[in-house]
T-cell receptor, first 111, second 112 residues
Framework: SQQGEEDPQALSIQEGENATMNCSYKTSINNLQWYRQNSGRGLVHLILIRSNEREKHSGRLRVTLDTSKKSSSLLITASRAADTASYFCATDEGSNYQLIWGAGTKLIIKP | NAGVTQTPKFRVLKTGQSMTLLCAQDMNHEYMYWYRQDPGMGLRLIHYSVGEGTTAKGEVPDGYNVSRLKKQNFLLGLESAAPSQTSVYFC???????????FGPGTRLTVT
């Protein structure tokens, strides 16, 4: 069963604008991860945020985590055409070894 | 470093045929995973391994078997392929639980 759910399912913005994607989950977690998938390719890890962290940055990416609301957001600032991809969040299940994945947000950056 | 590689990249099978997908990683990771990805869905875990000689079932293990005879390799087998197994299969590896996963490029499998 999938735990993470991304919102929106699809997002189309102009190059240069900011893109925000959200992820919600149902049970308590140790960490949450965001991945990017370019069309037809494998997933690439973006950021891992642990349950005791509230915010993390990596270049143009900013991830927030609100454990009280069981939600996370991924912000991409100053978007570029190369950011066109699907973005997935994944959560762990404590002592389990598995990551549970959401269905992803498809982001399209228009030139 | 090649990272995670998968063989083959594409395959077409007829119902009832068998095949093995090979995953190899050169990062000395203990953990390896096999996922399937279907259109409009996230990844679903088929089987995983937490070390050489160990395997465990994931969310959707039926119809698949795996083996981890060497630390760097993780094999996924389909004994009798069914059209429902048409999917893109991804292998991944990680240092451990709670760490990022590194993915291979995927194998696109079609069962007719």
């Amino acid at each position: 069963s999938q735990q993470g759910e991304e919102d929106p399912q699809a997002l189309s913005i102009q190059e240069g604008e900011n893109a925000t994607m959200n992820c919600s989950y149902k049970t308590s977690i140790n960490n949450l991860q965001w991945y990017r998938q370019n069309s037809g390719r494998g997933l690439v890890h973006l950021i891992l945020i642990r349950s005791n962290e509230r915010e993390k940055h990596s270049g143009r990416l900013r991830v927030t985590l609100d454990t009280s609301k069981k939600s996370s957001s991924l912000l991409i600032t100053a978007s570029r055409a190369a950011d066109t991809a699907s973005y997935f969040c994944a959560t762990d299940e404590g002592s389990n070894y598995q990551l549970i994945w959401g269905a992803g947000t498809k982001l399209i950056i228009k030139p | 470093n090649a990272g995670v590689t998968q063989t083959p990249k594409f395959r077409v099978l007829k119902t009832g045929q068998s095949m093995t997908l090979l995953c190899a990683q050169d990062m000395n990771h203990e953990y390896m995973y096999w996922y399937r990805q279907d259109p409009g869905m996230g990844l679903r875990l088929i089987h995983y391994s937490v070390g050489e000689g160990t395997t465990a079932k994931g969310e959707v293990p039926d119809g698949y078997n795996v083996s981890r005879l060497k630390k760097q390799n993780f094999l996924l087998g389909l004994e009798s392929a069914a059209p429902s197994q048409t999917s893109v299969y991804f292998c991944a590896s990680s240092y451990g639980t709670g760490y990022e996963q590194y993915f291979g490029p995927g194998t696109r499998l079609t069962v007719t």
